[in-house]
């Protein structure tokens, strides 16, 4: 059963810091990797894909994978209070080499004080 | 080019009850699933289609729930015999068949009374 496990928080940094968030999933095939923001009442809204070791940096988000350690963190640099929101990191399954569902861990909250 | 939508946004009913939601993925988008999520927790896979085809189905979905995409657009989501246990927010999302990313829509709130 693949899992993907995150710390729930919730993560506090001031306006302006660096925000970390971690996830660890448990299956050594897992190749794609996705953070999902998702607002209060809201759904999840796609801000990083990364499929690569290494770093991917887009604007303030840099996604940051480590295949051999089952590790994918999201570092959100300048945390602005609109940053405010519950980070999802998902795995996805492929089905028998193409794309299928995605597993989602249960969330880290961030809360971004001005 | 508009995102994926869902409707109704928000549906109460009795428990007992049969609801259908229903749900539009991006244009050009083959592939098309659905999601539910309840408080505190990450959205759980229900079903998948590609095209019109059903290709997967999660073991959470029960024989109460069966969801059609007769020509492989839009998607319906049907629950039977609504519980208390279905309340949640029903998400869909789609993707193309080239890349990974799925986008989902707003949502479907049910709350079963």
Not at chain 1, 13 to 32: H, K, M
Not at chain 2, 45 to 68: G, M, W
Not at chain 2, 80 to 94: F, K, V
Request: aromatic share 12%.
């Amino acid at each position: 059963q693949k899992e993907v496990e995150q710390n729930s928080g919730p993560l506090s940094v001031p306006e302006g810091a660096i925000a970390s968030l971690n996830c660890t999933y448990s299956d050594r095939v897992s190749q794609s990797f996705f953070w999902y923001r998702q607002y209060s009442g809201k759904s999840p809204e796609l801000i990083m894909s990364i499929y690569s070791n290494g770093d991917k940096e887009d604007g303030r988000f840099t996604a940051q994978l480590n295949k051999a350690s089952q590790y994918v963190s999201l570092l959100i640099r300048d945390s602005q209070p609109s940053d405010s929101a519950t980070y999802l990191c998902a795995v996805i399954v492929l089905y028998g080499g193409s794309q299928g569902n995605l597993i989602f861990g249960k969330g880290t909250k961030l809360s971004v004080k001005p | 080019d508009t995102g994926v939508s869902q409707d109704p946004r928000h549906k109460i009913t009795k428990r007992g009850q049969n609801v259908t939601f229903r749900c539009d993925p991006i244009s050009e988008h083959n592939r098309l699933y659905w999601y539910r999520q309840t408080l505190g927790q990450g959205p759980e896979f229900l079903t998948y289609f590609q095209n019109e085809a059903q290709l997967e189905k999660s073991r959470l979905l029960s024989d109460r729930f069966s969801a059609e995409r007769p020509k492989g657009s839009f998607s319906t989501l049907e629950i039977q015999r609504t519980e208390q246990g279905d309340s949640a927010m029903y998400l869909c999302a789609s993707s193309a068949d080239r890349g990974y990313e799925q986008y989902f829509g707003p949502g479907t709130r049910l709350t079963v009374t």
